[in-house]
């Protein structure tokens, strides 16, 4: 497994912005051979869930609840992926977790890191 670091969650009011970024590291051929770079959220009572994820070729992959609000990026050294959250809604309240997939080194997780939108 990678070891992954997220960084940019917080407060923040209803119509605001927040940034989320992960970095991966760890062996530097599992770190070449990832696949996919993709957030996750879980809300309190509710089951983890996709948010967006990006494949080494680039292609992305939104849920529906958040198309059009948040963008996913990977960055240029290809071990980081940034979430871009923009018109933050009270729903949108959970814990972000990174998710790297690396076929050496499987699917890894981040520790999660905390959103919280006020109305």
């Known amino acids: 497994q990678l070891q992954l670091v997220e960084s940019g969650g917080g407060l923040v009011q209803a119509g605001g912005s927040l940034t989320l970024s992960c970095a991966a590291s760890?062996?530097?051929?599992?770190?070449?051979?990832?696949?996919?770079m993709g957030w996750y959220r879980q809300a309190p009572g509710k089951q983890r869930e996709l948010v967006a994820s990006?494949?080494?070729?680039?292609?992305?992959n939104y849920s529906d609840s958040v198309k059009g609000r948040f963008t996913i990026a990977r960055g240029n050294a290809k071990n980081t992926v940034s979430l871009q959250m923009n018109s933050l809604k009270p729903e949108d309240t959970a814990v972000y977790y990174c998710?790297?997939?690396?076929?050496?080194?499987?699917?890894?997780w981040g520790q999660g890191t905390l959103v919280t939108v006020s109305s």
């Open positions: 998710n790297v997939l690396s076929l050496p080194a499987g699917e890894s």
């Open positions: 760890g062996s530097i051929f599992g770190i070449l051979s990832i696949k996919t």
């Open positions: 990006i494949t080494n070729g680039g292609n992305t």
